[in-house]
């Protein structure tokens, strides 16, 4: 199955190629960004509008999942760039785009200050007049081609994804998980929940990925990496492995070395999953494939445990 001409895939360079993926949806001459990245990489949101075939002035919309920097982060800068541009986000996001303090604040507080330096350049406000809120079942129209926009916690609270339903694809951000080429095998894509700070809950990411299920997509454009098929049986993976992770949780919480012993886990986990499904590389490689999801699913967990227990 190959994948639709009027969808691009743009790599935002975050961290490394490969690793950090926008969409250019491109309808009778209009176009819609799907996520945008870090501010560095407006450029490359240009470049591929120009690719398209299209100015700054045909995009209408940018939608975006959720407001965590490595899918919102240019967000403001971006929008200049884009005179008749939209943006589109979920209601508990919206505020963090008209004024980001917070949310800079709380990737500070993961991440650290030089590391928000150097990787994500400039968060700029966006005026509350260039923003749509998006509740559940709002469809955004470009050009005649209707974006549907589900509201699907359980990575974060203010997340949607975004069902295309000319292509029968589906945008989902961090929902449906992630799943990077390099660890593709024979069988298909290799893909793992994320759980990155500070909203994770696993009952609701479940169901999440049931609605999305129903809908039976296609394929699936994840922002971390790209298009995949084989819909429910990357579903099935991500619903076991999501109660795995509730129970390495589990076990780890009352250890006075709980942030090593989840991380020890779950590399374990994905070492062992990996190795199962045939990813052509061996544990050390896979381990360093994931190295920053492993950290941040660690984070995530232990702030859902924390959360839980109060």
Not at 285 to 303: H, K, S, Y
């Amino acid at each position: 199955m190959s994948s639709d001409p009027s969808i691009y895939t743009i790599d935002t360079a975050f961290q490394r190629n490969d690793f950090d993926a926008a969409y250019l949806v491109v309808e009778n001459g209009r176009a819609a960004f799907i996520d945008c990245g870090t501010g560095l990489a407006v450029p490359a949101m240009l470049a591929a509008l120009e690719r398209a075939g299209c100015t700054p002035e045909q995009v209408d919309w940018l939608v975006l999942t959720h407001v965590h920097l490595d899918h919102a982060g240019g967000a403001g800068l971006l929008m200049q760039q884009l005179p008749n541009a939209t943006l589109v986000v979920h209601p508990r996001g919206a505020p963090h785009m008209v004024d980001p303090t917070r949310l800079l604040a709380g990737a500070t507080e993961v991440y650290g200050a030089e590391e928000i330096a150097r990787s994500y350049g400039p968060v700029l406000p966006v005026p509350p007049a260039r923003i749509v809120i998006a509740d559940d079942g709002h469809r955004v129209d470009l050009a005649g081609r209707s974006l549907l926009c589900l509201d699907t916690p359980g990575h974060a609270r203010h997340h949607l994804c975004v069902w295309d339903e000319h292509s029968r694809s589906l945008f989902t951000g961090d929902t449906f998980g992630l799943s990077y080429r390099e660890l593709d095998s024979a069988r298909g894509a290799f893909i793992i929940p994320t759980s990155s700070p500070v909203q994770f809950d696993p009952e609701p990411l479940k169901q999440s990925i049931a609605r999305l299920l129903a809908l039976q997509p296609q394929a699936v454009y994840l922002t971390h990496y790209g298009r995949v098929e084989g819909i429910p049986a990357l579903a099935a993976d991500l619903v076991e492995q999501i109660d795995a992770m509730v129970e390495i949780g589990r076990q780890c919480d009352e250890r006075p070395d709980r942030h090593r012993c989840l991380v020890a886990a779950l590399t374990a986990l994905y070492q062992e999953r990996a190795q199962a499904h045939g990813c052509p590389l061996d544990d050390t490689a896979v381990a360093q494939v994931l190295a920053m999801d492993i950290e941040l699913n660690a984070q995530g967990l232990a702030c859902w445990l924390d959360r839980d227990r109060r």
